[in-house]
């Protein structure tokens, strides 16, 4: 056993035992963290649990340092940089730790003795970290600047990669006075121009743009005011003449076209599979366009799929039973870059292409690289990407209704699923709390739903889902479990689920043939439902649908592109919605709505609009810096009151409001950028060459 393992797995036993097996958080986390590392092999899961607990300053400093140990144990199995960090912070905070420090102090000088910048081994190093990163953008043709957008204004902005300064390309002289923002740059091949989607607020406009590096001279290409058809640029023509841009369908870009910079000609080029794609590369030399996608609507898992760019059909390169992911072409224009979990965890492999055709059998490149937003190579070979840092659970904590105030510190909802549970929902009776088990948007395929007794704790399974689910509701009698579900492309439906069997007993679909069904609500009464449907060129609107006949009747119409939410008083008499910072009051048949709210500071958090079980308030929460504060509004009028306590999205009351559920993320709105570098190996006449070459 390695002797890091020992001392870690050493410490886990100290404080579990000093801790009279009270199931001290720390303790209980340090003991995951090592079971994942030491029993899984799942390093990426240990690094999350090592860096939750290290970011902890309340946790116990034996518990500190064995756990910063055990991080920069498992750094140095995908990079050398980071696990010094980890080392040196060890040595520096905690010195009374006699033998973590001294194990610390080991590593570091077995790690000096080979430099990572004067060697050839691959590296991995952390680029940029903080609230503002963003990883939709790409690295510039001389691998110097990186084009993002800026999330604190929405403007698209430039920065250096060596020394960090940053500069506004746009500037919409304020931090959302307008609604306008940029997505998608991408560089001009001689690295002064980016062209970029910019949606315009004034007049509910989607753009294609080029602008200069000082954005004083704007083109826009394109523009129209609905999403469907809107163009998203995925590269240039190797001389500038043109671009090639995405037409954007909801969560997939589904064909390719080349535009014109000189007039704004749009030439259709080829669509992107049957069902869409959800990344979109052009190749170095701009002779082909790869892309990732589901082989058909029925399927979770993605395949990589390459044709010409001009025109022509499109060529399976990556396939099989795994979820293939594609990342980036190789400098050079003849490798495909992509992950896949066809060894079971996600990891980096190369494919060889010759003349748009798949040329062998993938290569694997890097165990571990784990579920990431993919950048793009710089001219050396360096990837850059962004982790997937999203952690969240649903944690519990009792409430006074007297008071006003929490009765305990929120825990977690269960010990299973750490990092990955959300979306909680109270059984009618109080005793059961529903929940998602969730992994990440590109693993919609380890989507289940959960179902607790908060009583005796066990747990089972309900449903393993086939598509992302956006709600779960409770029938009124808790015989069964309605969830909203989107399958691929798709429109979402409602699916009720038998909780005894774990059926499916029925299904509801929008009556608009294309409508997703997003919101659902299922109020005492038992035969009354109510759901909020969106089209891609259609306001939200919010619905009541008697189960019985199917009648439905529309309640209130949203505004365009501002998620509806909604809450049903417990008499079942009255609907709050909200849309943005306004709260209404509407009868529950529908009407004229009544302003609850007009202006508060943030915005709403996701799905946590609620009512009082007395029903004399409403409760929201609302997105702050750094944090979501729970508020209440009598329904007689008046203004919020700041209940003083931070909570997450997606928050519940338990029937009887003495004890309340949300969903709380780590991880976000932080980011990570990462740089691997001295990986790709030197591609040569045949696959056989390259493969000798591949540094393992």
Known sequence: MHTLTRLVLAAVALGVLTGSQSQD?????????????????????????????????????PIAAAALLGLGGCYEKVGEAQARGAYERLIADYPEQAREVAAARARL?????????????????????????????????????????????????VRNVRSGQTHMVTSKGGKWETDDFALSPRWSPDGKRLAYYWYRDDGDLNELRVADLSGKNVHVLHSQRELKGALAPIGWYPDGTALFATLLDQQYATEVVRVSMEDGTISPVGKLGSVGAKRVCLSPDGRYIAFDGPADSDSLNMDVFMMPSSGGRAVPVVTGPYDDQLLAWTPDGRRVFFASNRSGANDAWLMQVDSGNPVGSPLLLRKELGLVEPIGF???????????????????????PESQKAASAPRLATEHFSGST????????????????????????????????????AERTLADVKGSVYDLSWSPDGTSLAMTVKSARSPSVCQIVEVDS?????????????????????????????????????????????????????????????????????????????????????????????????????????????????????????RLPGAVRLYRVAVTGGAPEDLNLEIGGEFRFRPDGRRLAFTRSKGEPSGEIWVMENFLPVAKGTPADAAQTIKK
């Open 25 to 61: 958080r720390p303790e209980v986390q340090l003991k995951a963290a090592v079971y994942k590392e030491t029993v899984e092999g799942d390093h990426q899961g240990a690094i999350a649990l090592y860096k939750q607990i290290v970011s902890n300053a309340a946790v116990p400093r």
């Open 378 to 400: 710089s001219p050396n070979g360096a990837f850059y990407f962004g982790p997937d840092l999203a952690v969240h659970d649903v944690l519990v904590a009792d409430w006074s």
């Open 502 to 622: 774990g059926k499916i007993v029925r299904e509801i679909t929008a009556t608009q043939n294309g409508e997703d069904i997003w919101r659902f609500l299922w109020p005492p009464g038992g035969s009354i439902v109510y759901y909020v449907t969106a089209g891609a060129s259609r306001n939200a609107l919010l619905l009541r649908r008697d189960l019985r006949t199917g009648d439905e009747t529309p309640v209130y119409t949203g505004t365009p592109g501002v998620p509806l939410d909604f809450a049903v008083s417990p008499d079942g008499e009255h609907v709050a919605v909200v849309q943005g910072r306004r709260i209404m009051l509407i009868a529950a048949t529908g009407g004229e709505p009544r302003q609850l709210v007009a202006e508060t500071p943030g915005f709403q958090a996701s799905q946590t609009l609620a009512w009082s079980p007395d029903g004399r308030y409403v409760y929201f929460g609302r």
């Open 422 to 457: 959300r979306l909680p929902a109270w059984s009618p009776d109080g005793r059961k709390l529903a929940y998602l088990v969730h992994r990440g948007s590109r693993r919609p395929a380890e989507t289940r739903v959960r179902i607790r007794d908060m009583e005796t704790g």
């Open 109 to 157: 000088a077995a790690l000096k003795a080979t430099s990572p910048e004067a060697s050839s081994l691959p590296t991995l190093r952390l680029l940029w970290s903080g609230t503002d990163v963003d990883t939709s953008g790409e690295i510039s043709p001389d691998g110097r600047l990186l084009a993002y957008t800026n999330w604190d204004t929405g403007d698209l902005a």
